[in-house]
């Protein structure tokens, strides 16, 4: 198994910055790509941004494109999602998630709060 640990949520003001950290242990041989992944409240969790540990390969969702960047350290086998210019929509429960070769999020960390304030 993979255990994933985030961490760096919080309340901030649209357009500041924050930084969230995810760590893995266990079983981390078997995680190909780590995401991270967002649910707001009353709405379905969605995909916020990804990146492979071997090649730091990305994709990101169209609406955190140039806002948010994701990046790992694979020494640390740890992943970041740096945000900025935050609004209150990006406000959410932010997840960070572990998927194999076959791209499916086997698991899942417990979730940091998010929380923008305009």
């Known amino acids: 198994q993979v255990q994933l640990v985030e961490s760096g949520g919080g309340s901030v003001q649209a357009g500041d910055s924050l930084r969230l950290s995810c760590a893995a242990s266990?079983?981390?041989?078997?995680?190909?790509?780590m995401g991270w992944f967002r649910q707001a409240p009353g709405k379905e969790r969605e995909f916020v941004a990804s990146i492979t540990w071997s090649g730091g390969s990305t994709v990101y969702a169209d609406s955190v494109k140039g806002r948010f960047s994701i990046s790992r350290d694979n020494t640390k086998k740890t992943v970041y999602l740096q945000m900025s210019s935050l609004k209150p929509e990006d406000t959410a429960v932010y997840f960070c998630?572990?998927?194999?070769?076959?791209?499916?999020?086997?698991?899942w960390g417990q979730g940091t709060q998010v929380t923008v304030s305009s």
């Open positions: 266990g079983r981390t041989f078997s995680s190909f790509r």
């Open positions: 998630a572990s998927a194999s070769l076959d791209g499916r999020y086997d698991y």
